[in-house]
């Protein structure tokens, strides 16, 4: 077997369709949103861009259960206990998410203002070194400081929910139960927060910079994970979804809604063969690309927005066009923006992943740190 089919028969497929529909849905809400391309589009598909710009964005919702089914399938493999240092496990992850964030915020902010001149309305507010210190520490959004790409209160989001269910995970270790008792404790505290966020913080919108508030669709996607190693998985899928209607009868949020459908697919699909989503003559090659188009999801999230600001300032140079060549404008910029995103995979984010920028393995004692 060659390394590329190895690489694609190790991975979640079910994961990879949920994550590149997530990204692609994102993608085309925010080119629905800035410049003047979604102006001309607006006018001209009214219908098909008002689905966009209103429920587009909502693909954030599988982001955030895919994000705590995968997490917690890393901090918990098997059901057991958490494995690894907290510290550790934290700081990895931070510099995971924030140096392709970072190279992204950078790049954002040099198309802005490279592009000013006829986009002056994409210029930042203000770019100083307090800003970019807050976008680095992710905490932009609980600063009130302006967000200086598309999606940044996301990534600082996703920082704050892996930092919650490694804490839990890590208290419940810290336990004097026995270990039985401990193993069970973790995901009943993490369920515990995620019946919490539904039905209180997420009730309100003055949480919504905080993980606190998108912690109930992240630990659906936990849950599913633990659920899907029990004796019954159905029935304790089935209970889920009972406790997610329950909140939804107490206030609807269509959101929620697809957060749900989002854990019960997900749960759904972890229960059978990936291979019996394809068919058998082209599932190795459907399965390539949606490996690679996943894997480069975090990318494309990262980079589109600057690809949509170059592209609208050389559509808006062009006045004397007809109307019609914006749906083909805004097709361009959708492509590069998936073209751009291997680039910035392989040459940023990739080797980010890499790095070993360990603070710990200098610390006196590193063997004493809390585990």
């Known amino acids: 077997m060659s390394a590329t089919r190895a690489h ?63 997490s917690a399938r890393a901090l918990s493999a098997r059901g057991g206990l958490l494995s690894g240092q907290p510290a550790e496990l934290l700081w990895r992850r931070y510099l995971r998410l924030t140096l392709p964030f970072m190279a992204a915020v950078i790049l954002s902010v040099l198309c802005a203002t490279w592009v000013s001149p006829w986009l002056p309305e994409f210029e930042p507010v203000s770019v100083s070194l307090g800003s970019l210190i807050a976008h680095a520490l992710l905490l932009h959004g609980v600063l009130g400081q302006e967000s200086l790409t598309a999606g940044a209160w996301y990534v600082a989001i996703d920082f704050q929910l892996f930092a919650m269910l490694l804490g839990l995970l890590w208290l419940a270790r810290r336990s004097a139960l026995p270990r039985m008792w401990r193993m069970v404790i973790g995901p009943v505290a993490v369920l515990s927060l995620c019946l919490t966020s539904l039905f209180l913080f997420n009730l309100d919108p003055r949480f919504d910079d905080l993980g606190l508030y998108f912690f109930g669709s992240y630990g659906l996607g936990a849950m599913v994970h633990w659920l899907g190693l029990s004796r019954r998985p159905g029935w304790g899928l089935a209970a889920l979804m009972g406790l997610g209607l329950l909140a939804l009868a107490l206030a609807w949020r269509e959101r929620i809604a697809l957060a749900m459908a989002t854990a019960l697919v997900l749960g759904l699909w972890q229960r059978r063969e990936a291979s019996s989503l394809l068919g058998r003559a082209w599932q190795a090659r459907a399965a390539g690309l949606l490996a690679q188009l996943s894997q480069q999801s975090y990318s494309l999230f990262l980079v589109h927005f600057p690809i949509c600001l170059l592209v609208n300032a050389w559509y808006v140079q062009h006045d004397d066009w007809p109307q019609a060549y914006a749906p083909w404008t805004m097709l361009l910029a959708w492509l590069l923006s998936n073209l751009a995103s291997r680039p910035f995979y392989r040459w940023i984010e990739a080797p980010s992943t890499r790095l070993r920028l360990n603070p710990w393995a200098w610390w006196p004692a590193q063997g004493h740190l809390p585990r």
């Open 8 to 70: 694609t028969s190790n991975r979640l497929l079910y994961i990879d369709v949920l994550k590149v529909f997530a990204a692609q849905a994102i993608v085309l809400h925010h080119l629905s949103v800035y410049g003047p391309i979604a102006d001309d589009m607006h006018d001209w598909l009214p219908g098909v861009m008002d689905f966009l710009f209103a429920y587009g964005r909502m693909a954030v919702q599988v982001f955030l259960v895919v994000g705590g089914y995968l």
